[in-house]
């Protein structure tokens, strides 16, 4: 099971993001989103006995930092308005080291839910998202290999299924998380956009196909990706976004 935990800083003040897998980052070296993601050996028994937070104090649930620094180079949605990250320090101690700061970024960078509203007008703001809807057991499925060799590679529904044929039916609520493998990239935005000469980027996402799946049969709480978009760049438009954001989902 995924349980995002918390912020809390090595300096001054923070900031929290929802996250999930891969998806954990912290905000230069003064602000540290500590955000833990909560794995149990994923197998049929254990789907059968949802983990709970008492698991983690009787030492058989392995916590995994997935934190990441981010700054003003972090890979970011490509854009006119991207200025990504801004920074100020408010009081200093005497090494200049901050002791308060104040930053900026867009909503959409480094780790970052995207409540309903995002992709569907009249729809759920982060606020009113309740928590049980931000909480679910993570099923991560990794096509890591084949993203290796075709970076727009969609996940399908056969996909879902394979890892389910491994692991048991998805259960209600189920955060599924694409491993697409691009978190190995960071920091490198270069790399995470992946342009090609025709300045088109190229990273994998979700296939709509899929993402309709999990909704309709699956009855999921949301997915989750480690790269730029839960829609892959080639995709048209933002259709992934607008199945899963639409029925009123996380992504
Ligand atoms: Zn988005």
């Not at 620094?69 to 991207?82: A, F």
């Not at 930053?103 to 780790?111: A, D, I, L, Q, S």
């Not at 989750?224 to 048209?236: E, F, M, Q, R």
């Amino acid at each position: 099971m995924q349980f995002t935990i918390f912020k809390s800083l090595k300096h001054p003040s923070t900031l929290m993001f929802k996250t999930n897998r891969h998806f954990i980052f912290s905000i230069t070296s003064y602000l540290i989103i500590l955000t833990a993601l909560l794995t149990s050996n994923c197998n049929k028994a254990n789907l059968d006995s949802p983990d709970h937070f008492e698991r983690l104090f009787s030492g058989d649930m392995e916590v995994i930092d997935l934190t990441y620094t981010v700054g003003k180079t972090s890979p970011y949605w490509p854009g006119k308005r991207g200025n990504p990250f801004v920074y100020d320090t408010l009081f200093a101690h005497k090494s200049g080291a901050p002791a308060m700061g104040s930053y900026f970024v867009p909503e959409h960078f480094g780790t970052h839910l995207d409540a309903p509203i995002h992709s569907a007008d009249s729809m759920k703001s982060v606020d009113q998202l309740t928590s049980s809807e931000l909480f679910g057991p993570a099923a991560v499925i990794d096509v890591s290999a084949i993203c290796s060799s075709d970076p727009d590679y969609r996940l399908k529904k056969v996909d879902i299924l394979a890892w389910e044929k491994l692991y048991g039916k998805l259960p209600k609520g189920a955060i599924i998380l694409m491993y697409t493998g691009w978190s190995k990239k960071w920091p490198d935005y270069n790399a995470y956009i992946n342009e090609d000469d025709n300045g088109q980027m190229h990273f994998p996402g979700f296939s709509p196909e899929a993402a309709q799946f999990l909704i309709n049969e699956r009855n999921i709480n949301g997915i989750g990706i480690d790269n730029l978009s839960v829609d892959a760049a080639i995709a048209n438009g933002f259709p992934v976004h607008g199945i899963v954001n639409g029925a009123g989902k996380i992504q």
